[in-house]
């Protein structure tokens, strides 16, 4: 599992899973800071995509980290 923690804060989080620099996919259902991996992340890279919320509902700028390839274990 990736944990990154919890804020205070109101925020948009999606993750994405992208094989081969070709374009990234949203995984559906995964919108929490934490993310569990499957076997459908081996050989990808996950990205994800952190968008601050002002309590008015105003989206800031988003923002974006990525893994490295995921790799299966043994």
């Known amino acids: 599992m990736l944990k990154l923690g919890r804020l205070n804060n109101v925020y948009c989080v999606s993750w994405l899973r992208r094989y081969d620099n070709r374009s990234?996919?949203?995984?559906?259902?995964?919108?929490?800071?934490?993310?569990?991996?499957?076997?459908?992340?081996?050989?990808?890279?996950?990205?994800?995509?952190?968008?601050?919320?002002?309590?008015?509902?105003?989206?800031?700028?988003?923002?974006f980290a990525t893994t490295a390839v995921v790799h299966a274990g043994d």
Do not use: Q
């Open 24 to 63: 990234p996919v949203v995984i559906a259902g995964a919108e929490e800071l934490d993310y569990r991996l499957t076997l459908d992340d081996v050989d990808a890279n996950l990205l994800l995509m952190y968008t601050p919320v002002t309590k008015e509902g105003v989206k800031g700028e988003p923002h």
